[in-house]
Every structure is written in C-alpha cells, then in structure tokens.
C-alpha cells in the first residue's frame, strides 16, 4: 500500500493514539491535531499522567498540534503544513455526560469544530474523510443492529453525533472527495479515564469499594481498544470502504451487572449495588458488524472476559492508580 499523509484529529485520546501507533507501523506519515482538554471533568493529574503515558507510545516521527478544531486558521495552518490525503476526525465531546454538562461546549467542538476541518479538508483536497461517530446515533436498539437501522438518537450527544455524519456525507457531496463513517460503542482498555463505566468499576474493585450498577439488565457492546483501533484503521485505508458506513464493536451484548460480577472476580473484592437505570442513556445492544468483516476482514479478538482482564492488570501495575 502507498503511504499516505494522515491527519488524526483527537490523536492523543483513548482510541487516537492506537489509531496513530497503527498507522505508523504500517509506515504512514502521520500527524496529531489534539488540544488536550480535561472536559472540565477529568483531574489536572489525571489527564497529565495519561497524555504522558500516550506520549510515550508514539513516535517521535509524528507531528504534533495542540491546536484547539474550534480554531478555523489555526486547523488551516495544520492542513497546509501537512497536506493530509486522509483526515481520521476523532476529535469531539467524548460522550454524552460531557456534553450535558456543557452544551454549548460540545456544540462549538462537535459542530463548528467538525466544520472548521472539512473546510480544511476541501482547501487542501483532502482523498478521504474518515468521521468517527458512535453508537448512540441509533438511539435504544437491540441486538444485530445494522448500519441501515433507522437512527432515533437520544441526548443531544448522539444528536450532534448523527448531525455529523449528515455534515460530513454533505460536504463529500458537494466537493467530490471521498467519506467513510465509523460507529464505535464502550471502547475500554488501559489508559482510559476513570470517568466511564468500565474505568469506574474497575477502580472501585481495586480499592475494594462499591461498584454502582445502574441497571442491571442495560447491556452494552463493549470493545476493547486495540480492536475499535484496528478497525478505524483499516477501514480508513479500504478502498471498498469509500462513502460506507461501519459498525466496529465486538458485537457481543453484555448487562452491566455482568460486567461489575467479572470485574469483581478479576478483582477478588468490592461489593455491587444495583439502583435504577439512568434515563438519559438509550437501553443498548450489539450492533451487527458483519459489513466490516466483508469489506476489510474485520475481526476483533478480544472478548469482554479478557479484555477487563488486561484492563485490570495495567490499572493495579499502574503507578499513579496504585
């Protein structure tokens, strides 16, 4: 395969910097646009330890921008410094607490920031847009959810998620230049925030505390990270994959009780209480996955049981978690 130039925006995220240690180790010229933001929600210390830790995964080879995608002439300066064939746009409000809390935020990033980089992209002719969007466009849906589902979505996270994908099959539209639109769900693994709902039962078994199971019977799709990576890129690099939309999960449905009962097995301690479901989150299942296999053999190999296996292992090694 050609290499290419390829731009990920949010690179320094959960999934963005595996995205880029992939890209590199196929030989890619990639660079990072990323603003390293706490959302407001993550702790200073937190967020410096993870962003270092990231850090180190990555090559020196790559260029990186702490430029903010809210910044329409500074995304300018990246595009024409870099001339990017392949924008991967991860860039966004992470999920829907974030952007609860702050609407407006989310909507200058989630919106005006997607704007600003695919007005970049059509300056600098851009080949392919690749728009990682999320499961919580379909609303509440059960399990083999495919891409052609009719999309209800519920918050103003998977609203402004689904806007996206319009903008961005729009924009292709009008310009001439290829998309591709990802929908990933409850990707987990180490060097995630504490702020989700793997990450928080994983440190509350740790510290042998309360794991707080909202709903016990709210199931989702978890995906280990180094599976939604390998996903995001080999579907950004399919030629078959152009103007598609995928689903890339481990397409396996598990409850939130389940998950905290494995945690605390893994874990040998910690104790679990089961309150009501949280009305602000659609009941979920497993999207089907079966376009992705076909296109690009996709093929995620890490089931939950090893996946929170690993996850622990890295938190109760880690030396800021211990």
Known sequence: MARKNILDTGGFGLIGHNVVQKLKSQSHNVSIVDNLTNYGIIPDKELAYLISERREKIPLSVNCYTNNITNAQGMDAVFAAELPDVVIHMASFPRQKVVNADPRAGARVMIEGLINTLESAVLYRTQRFVYISSSMVYGPFQDDTREDAVCNPQGQYGI???????????????????????????????????????????????????????????????????????????????????????????????????????????????????????????????????????????????????????????????????
């Not at 924009?171 to 990802?182: K, L, M, P, Q, W």
């Not at 979920?284 to 996946?307: Q, T």
């Open 160 to 322: 402004m998620k689904l806007s996206g994908e319009a903008l961005v099959k729009d924009y292709a539209r009008r310009h001439g230049f290829e998309y591709t639109i990802i929908r990933p769900s409850a990707v987990y693994g180490p060097l995630d925030v504490v702020d989700r709902v793997i990450s928080k039962f994983m440190t509350q078994a740790l510290k042998g505390s309360i794991l707080k199971v909202n709903g016990a019977k709210e199931t989702l799709d978890f995906t280990y990270v180094d599976d939604a990576a390998q996903g995001i890129v080999d579907a950004s690099l399919s030629a078959i994959a152009a103007n598609q939309t995928y689903n890339i999960t481990k397409s396996h449905s598990v409850s939130l009780l389940q998950a905290a009962e494995m945690i605390v097995g893994i874990a040998g301690r910690g104790t679990i209480e089961v309150g009501d479901r949280d009305p602000d989150f659609p009941s979920r299942g497993s999207l089907n996955i079966d376009a992705a296999r076909r296109d690009f053999g996709y093929d995620p190999k890490v089931d939950v049981a090893e996946g929170f296996e690993r996850y622990y292992q890295w938190l109760s090694t880690s030396d800021h978690w211990r």
